[in-house]
């Protein structure tokens, strides 16, 4: 090997570092576009071709040194090849006088550069390895904490339609406990009402051969249970238009409902835990307020509230009542309520109103109505009875579609035609006030 033969095999440095540098570079793609069997984290890259780096960093480490010990110089010229020789070792030592310092400082570097990459690699190995564990070790907290979070959805969930399932029963079960409700107390009421039937017939065929001396008044025989029912409406219906009243009555102890019919106002104080007696001179109305647990007497409301000590009540409630009245026994019941009431409670008294011609005109639908009372007039025995702070409210609006129906204005309308709509209309409210107004009024009193 001569000088020259030197130069041509000394080794490219950059050229390995490249081929190092795209090693990695190829194995960090192929490690991105690989994927896990697991549903949704990335695979960890793989760490490197150690062995490969290693062989290749054992080729840089043994071959850094270009010093070229093993070059002898000889001639096969017999003769003339020991001038030659001689000549030659002239030439290479003045050579080598120019050369090798270069070849010394390309030996220190190439030293130093085989030490570092040595220390690079080992530390990226070191590096790569450490990052393949802890990606390996996040990777599978990762999928355990996945999974745990997967778990306690799935519980969570579970709850979930637990809860909805048990919301659901328990709203069907008590849909059904309410119907159920509901039929047995219309089975109970038809049953009160058959036996109520059947002791009515047993007794008219009883005296069916007896002739009534007694005038046409005393003949008249009306089941009012099965009239309000009819015409009043239901006993829920009754009980919903009432509760508004409660307000009057609370934190009483000692309430009079006079003339309570089915007894819709004492279930609604009983519920409140409002004590509460009711009166009604109605046999049947009576029977079915026991039969129902209510303290009911018959018995009518003069002589009842006679028979009382003065300033022994708390409230006295009177619902469509006032209008069964003749006006003396009126005068007499409205004095007799304030002498029997306490200081600061109330009386209660609702009946038909009069100024709605829709209600005047099912008045006498009640055969044992006499007469309607004036709001005003009701307002007055009150004040006259001693009564303070007397009010009337005026309830039981009609239904909009039995009122007259006024006619909307349009963009399209001139000004004359815009104020003769609003004439109309504000006629239309006259109108609706007496015809359609409130069905029935209330007047309350305070002692």
């Not at 110089?73 to 090798?100: A, M, N, Q, W």
């Not at 008044?217 to 009819?230: D, I």
């Not at 009946?351 to 004036?374: C, E, G, M, Q, R």
Request: aromatic fraction near 10%; include cysteine.
């Amino acid at each position: 090997m001569d000088t020259s033969e030197i130069y041509e095999e000394e080794i490219n440095v950059e050229e390995i570092m490249e081929k190092i540098q795209n090693d990695i570079r190829s194995r960090k793609k192929s490690a991105a576009g690989k994927t896990t069997d697991r549903d949704y984290f990335p695979s960890i890259p793989e760490t490197l071709d150690s062995d490969s780096i290693h062989r290749k960093l054992e080729y840089i480490k043994s071959s850094w040194n270009i010093e070229n010990n093993s070059y002898f110089i000889t001639s096969h010229r017999p003769i003339s090849g020991k001038f030659l020789i001689k000549g030659r070792e002239l030439v290479h030592g003045e050579v080598r006088r120019y050369v090798d310092p270069t070849i010394r400082k390309q030996n220190e570097f190439n030293e130093s550069l085989a030490h570092l990459l040595e220390s690079l690699i080992n530390r990226i190995i070191s590096l790569d390895e450490k990052v393949a564990q802890l990606s390996a070790e996040l990777d599978n907290e990762i999928y355990s904490e996945n999974s745990k979070l997967k778990s306690e959805i799935s519980r969570e969930f579970k709850s979930e339609i637990l809860n909805v399932k048990s919301d659901v029963y328990e709203k069907i079960n008590r849909e059904i406990t309410s119907i159920v409700s509901s039929i047995n107390l219309d089975i109970e009421n038809k049953a009160w009402l058959n036996r109520l039937l059947t002791e009515k017939i047993e007794n008219n065929n009883r005296f069916a051969d007896k002739k009534a001396a007694t005038s046409e008044s005393e003949g008249l025989s009306l089941n009012y249970f099965l009239f309000e029912e009819k015409f009043r409406g239901s006993r829920d219906d009754i009980k919903q238009r009432q509760s508004q009243f409660l307000e009057y009555f609370r934190g009483c102890s000692n309430v009079l409902d006079i003339g309570c019919g089915r007894g819709e106002f004492l279930e609604l104080l009983n519920g409140e835990g409002i004590g509460v007696k009711g009166i009604d001179i109605d046999d049947d109305m009576v029977g079915y307020c026991l039969s129902r647990g209510f303290d009911v007497q018959k018995v009518d409301a003069v002589s009842y509230l006679e028979q009382l000590p003065d300033k022994s009540l708390d409230g006295i409630f009177i619902d469509q009542v006032v209008e069964h009245l003749d006006p003396a026994y009126l005068v007499k019941l409205l004095r007799l309520c304030y002498q029997k009431l306490n200081y600061g409670y109330y009386l209660f008294a609702e009946t038909v109103n009069p100024l709605s011609l829709y209600s005047f005109a099912n008045f006498y639908i009640d055969l044992t109505h006499i007469k309607p009372v004036h709001p005003e007039t009701l307002k007055f025995l009150f004040e006259s009875s001693g009564f303070r702070d007397v009010k009337t409210e005026f309830i039981s609006p009609v239904t909009d579609e039995l009122r007259l129906k006024k006619i909307q204005t349009s963009d399209d309308m001139n000004e004359r035609e815009k104020a003769a709509v609003e004439v109309y209309n504000h006629n239309i409210d006259l109108l609706n006030y007496r015809l359609y107004g409130p069905q029935d009024y209330a007047v309350i009193g305070k002692k």
